[in-house]
């Protein structure tokens, strides 16, 4: 359906002779496949898939699938382009074009595109350099001319022609002509595949935006007034159904969604515009918003943005320097997602640039987020969102946003591995469990806030540092099992912080072979606290009543002056100040009281 500019009759005919020659189509070579796209043997019906520098026979059959497309090109530099679902095959007997559904494009330099065209129950000559034809439900079909004019030949002899921008119906039974209508080509070139989907130019789309441009004018001058409607798929002899755009909207997009999310599409280029992304028919979908049905992790989430069924980024060797995403198109979009019911791959280094503070930016994976190790994200915004339902696994990778906030939620665990984190606000989210790993010192929390989420009563957080200290400031944590070791030493401070756990059996386990060092820390949720160190110090530190605190040091002792001693003494537990457990002097539950102190073996 196409915008109309005005429904203009044109029910005059023309009984004069009209003999122009098909092109011949005995047979054509497929130069581009996109997705589902089958060639059907007449010898055998048997099908197989098409590929690239194929011969198509006639009498063969070529079908494509929902979000699939072809191009097949001729001898005669004839070029076919065959749309999403559509059956058709050359009859060799009649010399004409089958089309049993679906639609066609024919470019042809010497303006014979088309030929005779049969559908169900309608038959005509068609011709002209550039022309789409489109099977309707009724068994009739719609041609539309792009540049140089069409002529239309019934088989009872009336004869109809179109000038570029201008479609008409043959209708079944093929003995009355239907109306002329002028629609808005703009509108048809934007949104057609047969068009903007395929790796090529058309050869005539120079023509056809010559064609644009004379349309333009003419609506700029108050020869044509677009009227905002659409043309319907259904036509009688003195008129052609209309449609208001905003009844259909929603189905249309609903439609359009699942073709996208059903289709694999791959951005290379900074536009996501861009001929080379595969668009069935549409990618982008603002408003309204979709959702991923049947996945029970976004339930009640709804998305407007990009829509795929797998979405690689910057594949190998397509951008060595990082591919940078123009999003300024869509600053003005509160919220912008990339969406992918399977998987998101990003396989190079990837800058999304144009927006700002106001927007939120959001990679949503249906499946999986997978990231090749070395690779930088970079998105300043004031909210950068990675989602997925399966583990997210970061090796080496540097997430970038200076803007605002970054947060990776997964639905079971997330592994960062010596990776790069630059943000005002870190929020990792997963239930099973989060675990960060770096080769040498690293400062987690600085300079920007961070939260730790996993489930209270089952998951984990374990921070690692295997060769250098562990330092762990202005972060929240929830998580049954808390692990801190690094391979030098530990300082946690949760000041203004919350540490928190559930059920029994949440236990804090921290491990350093120099010092560990805890202060400003509630640890009251935990019912099994152990620190081992050469060196323990603990400074506002709460243990809860009945927990057990095993607390190792080089000597095992509590150096003395618990609570009232600001220095540490090597080798000692200590309690330097405001050390409790259940609200009481911690000293005093020292060696039979929940607490013990030991010696490292």
Do not use: W
Not at 190 to 215: D, V
Not at 524 to 534: E, H, K, L
Not at 535 to 558: E, H, K, P, R, W
């Amino acid at each position: 359906m196409k915008k109309i500019i005005t429904l203009g009759l044109c029910l005059g005919f023309i009984a004069s002779a009209f003999t122009s020659q098909a092109m011949d189509l005995k047979q054509s070579r497929v130069t581009q496949v996109v997705n589902d796209v089958k060639i059907i043997s007449a010898a055998d019906q048997q099908a197989k898939p098409a590929t690239v520098n194929d011969n198509f026979s006639m009498p063969d059959i070529l079908r494509t699938g929902a979000a699939s497309r072809a191009e097949l090109v001729a001898a005669d530099k004839t070029v076919t382009r065959v749309g999403a679902d559509t059956i058709f095959s050359f009859d060799p007997a009649s010399r004409s074009i089958d089309l049993k559904q679906g639609s066609l494009l024919f470019h042809s330099p010497h303006g014979q595109g088309g030929g005779s065209i049969h559908t169900g129950s309608a038959t005509a000559s068609v011709l002209g350099s550039t022309l789409i034809v489109t099977a309707t439900p009724n068994g009739g079909f719609k041609v539309i001319s792009l540049e140089d004019g069409v002529d239309i030949k019934l088989p009872n002899g009336l004869h109809q022609q179109l000038q570029p921008g201008q479609l008409t119906f043959i209708l079944p039974g093929s003995t009355q002509l239907a109306p002329i209508v002028v629609f808005r080509l703009e509108d048809l070139i934007r949104n057609s595949q047969l068009i903007e989907g395929f790796n090529h130019p058309l050869p005539s789309l120079s023509l056809i935006f010559n064609e644009i441009n004379t349309q333009n004018k003419l609506i700029k001058s108050g020869h044509l007034t677009d009227t905002g409607l659409l043309a319907g798929n259904n036509a009688t002899v003195d008129q052609v159904e209309v449609i208001d755009p905003n009844t259909v909207q929603t189905a249309v997009n609903s439609s359009a969604v699942q073709n996208a999310l059903k289709t694999d599409a791959t951005i290379n280029q900074s536009s996501l515009s861009d001929p080379s992304i595969p668009i069935p028919p549409a990618r982008i979908f603002l408003n309204p918003t979709f959702t991923l049905a049947n996945n029970s992790f976004y339930n009640g989430q709804v998305f407007q943005g990009f829509a795929a069924q797998n979405l690689a980024f910057n594949t190998s060797g397509a951008n060595p320097d990082g591919l940078e995403v123009d999003m300024s198109g869509y600053a003005s979009q509160t919220v912008f997602d990339f969406v992918a019911s399977q998987n998101i791959n990003l396989d190079g280094s990837v800058a999304f640039n144009g927006l700002s503070a106001a927007n939120q930016l959001e990679l949503v994976a249906g499946n999986q987020i997978n990231f090749t190790p070395g690779i930088t994200l970079t998105a300043n915004v004031g909210d950068f969102e990675l989602y997925s339902p399966a583990a997210m696994t970061l090796n080496n990778v540097s997430l970038l946003n200076s803007v605002g906030n970054l947060g990776l939620t997964s639905g079971d665990t997330i592994s960062l591995i010596n990776c790069t984190i630059q943000t005002a606000y870190l929020i990792l989210s997963a239930p099973n469990a989060i675990n960060l790993t770096y080769n040498s010192s690293v400062n987690i929390g600085a300079p920007g806030n961070t939260t730790f989420v996993t489930d209270a009563g089952s998951g984990s957080v374990n921070l690692t540092s295997t060769t250098g200290s562990l330092s762990v400031s202005d972060t929240s944590i929830e998580a049954h099992y808390l692990t801190l070791n690094s391979g030098d030493s530990i300082l946690l401070n949760a000041d203004g912080q919350v540490l928190t756990a559930t059920g029994t059996g949440a236990t804090a386990n921290f491990t350093a072979p120099n010092v560990v060092t805890v202060e400003n820390a509630n640890l009251s949720d935990y019912g099994t606290v152990n620190m081992s160190a050469n060196t323990i110090n603990l400074l506002n530190v709460a243990f809860g009543a009945g927990s057990s605190v095993n607390l190792q040091s080089l000597y095992g002792v509590l150096a003395p002056n618990p609570n009232t001693d600001a220095a540490s003494v090597p080798g000692d537990v200590n309690f330097i100040q405001n050390v409790t457990y259940g609200g009481k002097p911690a000293q005093n539950a020292v060696n039979g009281g929940g607490i013990t102190i030991s010696a490292l073996h």
